[in-house]
């Protein structure tokens, strides 16, 4: 994957961090040159020493090494953590984030988590993984796609790292919200991914509903989609992320790893 050499992963040691390490193992198993920093962000309030954290870390960078990664670094930072984790990312070059959530059932943003505030202020992909997924696949992954003009399409060489890497198909997904009895794919973003998914074998769908995210959720369901990927420019101005509603509310409620590709 050559567009993926260093992954972040923070952890709090909790089960959702638990389930992203054991994904980010399953994930770099197939490329031994990936590197992997392991983060813990030290909280007041957290009750534990920067000893006991040391600790800690240190059994989890043994648990990666025994998985045969080539190499694992572990760190310690203090301060908010959204911006200890994009400073992080920052100075360990890192391409990509991979950080677990425990989600939210309901339908409004006042659950927002860490993770659904990161996927909008990190500058390099986030692949968020759900506290409940138990088995690791990549064999479908579904880009959830808008009607407007992809303003940035270098971040889909990710996803075509990650389709070539597991032999995955990509579904490119754009939900119908209007009704329209016919839906097509904009001319220029016709030919964006065309490029970036060359020898990759992928689908047009547009299912209809007039629920843009349910509709999305629904597709993932229907077709056993493992790894839903979106981008999040198309769905937030960069210069205002807290206007990304769709992006927040599918890391919330996705019963699959999302891929915030930016």
Same mark, same amino acid.
């Given at each position: 994957?050559n567009?993926?050499?260093?992954?972040?992963?923070p952890t709090?040691?909790?089960?959702?961090?638990?389930?992203?390490?054991?994904?980010?193992?399953?994930?770099?198993k197939?490329?031994k040159?990936i590197?992997?920093?392991i983060?813990?962000?030290?909280?007041?309030?957290g009750?534990? %020493?920067?000893e006991?954290?040391?600790?800690?870390?240190?059994a989890?960078?043994e648990?990666f090494?025994?998985?045969?990664?080539?190499?694992c670094?572990?760190?310690?930072?203090?301060?908010?953590i959204?911006?200890?984790i994009?400073?992080a990312?920052?100075?360990f070059?890192?391409?990509?984030?991979?950080?677990g %959530?425990?989600?939210?059932h309901?339908?409004?943003?006042?659950?927002?988590?860490?993770?659904?505030e990161l996927?909008?202020?990190?500058?390099?992909?986030?692949?968020?993984?759900p506290?409940?997924?138990?088995?690791?696949?990549?064999?479908?992954?579904?880009l959830?796609?808008?009607?407007d003009?992809i303003?940035?399409?270098?971040?889909?060489?990710v996803?075509?790292?990650?389709?070539?890497?597991?032999?995955?198909?990509?579904?490119?997904?754009?939900?119908?919200?209007?009704?329209?009895?016919?839906?097509?794919?904009?001319?220029?973003?016709e030919g964006?991914l065309?490029?970036?998914?060359?020898?990759?074998?992928?689908?047009?769908?547009?299912?209809?509903n007039s629920?843009?995210e349910q509709g999305?959720?629904?597709?993932?369901?229907?077709k056993?989609?493992?790894m839903?990927?979106i981008?999040?420019?198309?769905h937030a101005?960069k210069?205002n992320?807290?206007?990304?509603?769709?992006?927040?509310?599918?890391?919330l409620?996705s019963?699959?790893p999302?891929? %915030?590709?930016?």
């Open positions: 994957m567009n993926i050499r260093k992954i972040l992963v709090d040691f909790s089960t959702a961090s638990e389930k992203a390490l054991d994904y980010t193992i399953n994930f770099v197939e490329d040159s590197e992997v920093t983060l813990h962000i030290v909280s007041n309030h009750g534990r %020493t920067r006991e954290m040391e600790t800690k870390l240190q989890t960078k648990r090494h025994s998985s045969l990664i080539k190499d670094h572990w760190a310690i930072k203090s301060g908010p959204i911006s200890e994009t400073n990312q920052v100075e070059s890192s391409d990509m984030i991979i950080m %959530t425990q989600g939210s309901t339908d409004v943003l006042k659950d927002v988590t860490n993770t659904s996927v909008l202020e990190a500058d390099c992909p986030v692949l968020v993984i506290e409940n997924k138990k088995v690791f696949s990549i064999n479908n992954i579904a959830a796609l808008g009607k003009e303003d940035d399409s270098s971040p889909l060489g996803l075509h790292d990650i389709a070539m890497g597991f032999h995955a198909n990509v579904h490119l997904l754009t939900i119908n919200s209007n009704g329209d009895h016919e839906t097509t794919t904009n001319d220029t973003n964006i065309e490029y970036f998914l060359e020898a990759v074998t992928y689908y047009h769908a547009f299912p209809q629920d843009m999305i959720l629904d597709y993932v369901k229907e056993d989609i493992d839903l990927a981008l999040p420019r198309n101005k210069s992320p807290s206007e990304g509603r769709l992006t927040k509310l599918l890391t409620h019963e699959v999302v891929l %915030t590709i930016d």
